[in-house]
């Protein structure tokens, strides 16, 4: 287990990337294996989120080509998919366990998902039983992975989701391609539609009308990349751009630019609260043929060392969010007043409970921070002084902490950093060319 020394840091400044974005990697790949031809994607991100997508997909008959640039992917078509030889393993990554549960519910041959501890633990029911009012046929442990699936034709639905998730949605959706008739779901507010824009883009019909999305059967979709021989570029990660965003929003006289970021509206609500918060945020538009090319906004990025004021979040910007809670949470302590967060309890089911750990965390650190049922409530701001804080196994509170450490007196030590590979590979040294006193 590695441990990470963090010592205040003064003025962060530079250009940088981060890796490509997580949820369009897994959908790239696992999307792009249904096309009838070759897809060619370049911005991959080599978590190991995505590598266990990656090889499920192998396991599943689909030849994937690691090049040094891209990754080549013969799509086996619709219905090329093979009966794996043993358990596919989701390893800790549960967009790569329900969206697979999804589409394999379709398909006429019987599979098993599994994955490590973290991931028998989050809840799949919330998957499993609307595939169940498909037809499908699933058997779960208690609404727990392992996922034992009988593949078996599927009829359409109208389905009211009583959580706004895009990882249930996409796995409606996949099933849904492949079902007797039209599904439609409807949402409780709009959750990230990287799913419609790639399923739309390979030539499947997806209505988006609002928060309800209705998608039509389909006997064969095209391959990722739009034109032959063009290439599908995955945009950097805003989930990952957060960490060295709010770090030079935090540390005096920081100023930086993300290039790169996928903007998607769906996406974009941790910049929303910043800047109503107080930060100096910019974006600038990127080549648009790279745009329209994979259907996603990408823009540059640039941020500057703010002041910021606490405000109140709740309703539709929690989704638009969801994944930028604990470093949203070590933002505010620096924040002057009350930041409030309602309408989140979805934290307490994410790789580990990010309310109460990040609570617990800050805590140390000494902010004044404490746990609501459903988010959690920061007075600031409040200097943070040197501590020993733990990840939880997390990457996304591995990461936030981290931030916290470049605000503190003294140094700190954030235990068990490995996890920061699921979704942000060179976290640490891209943040020391910044400036950030990691070791
Ligand atoms: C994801 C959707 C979100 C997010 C996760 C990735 C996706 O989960 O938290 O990191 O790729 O669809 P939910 O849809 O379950 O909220």
């Known amino acids: 287990m590695i441990d990470l020394h963090i010592n205040p840091s003064f003025s962060l400044n530079g250009n940088i990337q981060v890796p490509g974005d997580k949820s369009i990697s897994h959908r790239s790949i696992l999307i792009g294996a249904l096309g009838d031809g070759i897809s060619m994607v370049a911005g991959f991100l080599p978590g190991s989120d995505c590598l266990a997508t990656l090889s499920c997909l192998r396991s599943l008959g689909v030849e994937i080509v690691e090049s040094e640039e891209n990754l080549i992917i013969r799509g086996v078509g619709m219905y090329g998919l093979k009966r794996p030889n043993s358990s596919l393993n989701c390893v800790r990554s549960g967009t790569t366990m329900r969206l697979l549960t999804g589409l394999l519910s379709a398909q006429l041959f019987e599979s098993t998902l599994e994955g490590d501890e973290q991931l028998l633990r989050r809840p799949m029911r919330r998957v499993t039983e609307p595939l169940g009012l498909m037809g499908a046929l699933i058997h779960t442990n208690d609404g727990h992975a392992p996922i034992d699936i009988i593949g078996t034709p599927l009829h359409g639905i109208e389905y009211a989701m009583p959580i706004a998730s895009a990882q249930v949605k996409s796995a409606l959706l996949l099933a849904g391609l492949y079902a007797d008739d039209s599904t439609t779901i409807h949402q409780p507010g709009p959750t990230r539609d990287h799913t419609e824009r790639m399923l739309n883009m390979m030539g499947a019909s ?9 998608i039509y059967p389909c006997e064969k979709l095209s391959p990722l990349s739009s034109d032959e021989g063009s290439i599908y570029r995955v945009p950097g990660d805003i989930s990952s751009a ?24 769906t996406r974009t609500g941790l910049l929303d609260v910043l800047t109503q918060m107080g930060a100096k945020i910019s974006l600038t538009s990127l080549n648009d043929d790279i745009s329209s090319q994979i259907g996603e906004p990408v823009s540059m990025v640039t941020v500057e060392n703010s002041e910021l004021k606490g405000i109140e979040i709740k309703g539709d910007v929690v989704v638009r969010m969801i994944d930028e809670f604990p470093i949203l949470a070590v933002a505010a302590t620096q924040a002057h007043g009350t930041t409030i967060v309602h309408d989140a309890e979805e934290l307490r089911v994410k790789e580990t409970d990010r309310i109460a750990a990040i609570v617990l965390e800050l805590k140390k650190l000494g902010a004044n921070i404490e746990a609501l049922p459903d988010g959690f409530i920061v007075e600031g701001p409040t200097p943070l002084r040197s501590s020993v804080v733990d990840s939880h196994n997390d990457h996304r509170l591995a990461m936030a902490l981290s931030v916290a450490g470049l605000i503190t007196s003294g140094e700190v030590i954030v235990n068990n950093v490995d996890w920061i590979g699921d979704s942000f590979p060179g976290y640490i040294s891209l943040m020391q060319k910044l400036g950030a006193q990691y070791t």
Not at 208 to 213: E, K, L
Not at 242 to 265: D, H
């Open 206 to 214: 997806v209505l988006t009308d609002g928060s309800t999305i209705q």
């Open 242 to 265: 957060a960490f060295p965003l709010v770090a030079a929003l935090l540390v005096t006289g920081s100023r930086i630019t993300i290039e790169n970021v996928g903007i998607n509206p």
